[in-house]
């Protein structure tokens, strides 16, 4: 097993709200990072815009991470539904947005297609999967193939409840452990009044910042997203 030079403690409470002394209690606890679901594929989780604007005042580093659905084909759907509603100022203080990858049959196309979004508008961007997803889910088109998103930070799913980071011996997708930009090591965990997801983030390659979205980005209304074709 091969730890992090400089790790930092993030955590996940994406569809409870985050109350102060929640927030607090985990500050205490050494939590940098906090990542809130954007987008389920389905659903926005409706603390979501909330959850951000606590875990700034509490000076966390923020990320956000954005599902993609059961045999998804476009991806840039989904990102801009996971980004809408969002206030631009906590928009410009996202220091990164990750394409979420669980669900069965989404397609390599979709993947690449969310990136590319997420890059043009101004974000670091990661790619959250596990070893079981992306080598048995993600529907892989003729222009790409399992070893071609190497461009793309991994953030790796292996819940063993252990801080511990397991990537090098259980590699997948080309990604090499200098790639690794976070593992998630467990989910539902009770702490400070909250379920939680914990993850250790690498620190070195965890960004400082965004350059902030164009204005006209930021101003999509619900109802041009949802004129797009899924």
């Not at 409706?46 to 084909?73: E, K, V, W």
């Not at 840039?76 to 509603?85: D, E, N, P, R, T």
């Amino acid at each position: 097993m091969t730890d992090f030079a400089n790790p930092a403690l993030g955590f996940d409470c994406s569809f409870d709200p985050l109350l102060e002394a929640e927030a607090q209690c985990l500050e205490a606890l050494g939590a940098l990072v906090y990542w809130q679901c954007g987008w389920t594929g389905v659903e926005q989780p409706a603390a979501r815009a909330d959850n951000l604007r606590m875990a700034d005042r509490f000076g966390y580093l923020l990320a956000l991470y954005i599902s993609l659905p059961d045999n998804c084909t476009d991806g840039i759907y989904h990102m801009l539904k996971g980004l809408a509603g969002i206030p631009g100022d906590l928009l410009a203080k996202l220091q990164l947005v990750v394409v979420d990858i669980e669900r069965p049959g989404i397609r390599s196309v979709a993947i690449r297609d969310a990136v590319n979004m997420l890059r043009s508008a101004g974000y670091k961007t990661a790619i959250y999967t596990s070893l079981n997803s992306w080598t048995n889910h993600v529907v892989f088109d003729n222009v790409h193939h399992a070893r071609s998103f190497t461009d793309v930070p991994l953030m790796n799913a292996f819940w063993d409840n252990n801080p511990d980071i397991d990537f090098a011996s259980h590699p997948f997708g080309g990604w090499t452990l200098a790639q690794l930009i976070g593992e998630q090591y467990t989910g539902d965990t009770p702490t400070c009044g909250q379920n939680l997801d914990y993850a250790i983030w690498n620190m070195d390659l965890f960004p400082g910042g965004i350059v902030p979205m164009p204005e006209p980005t930021l101003v999509l209304t619900e109802a041009q997203i949802d004129g797009a074709v899924v």
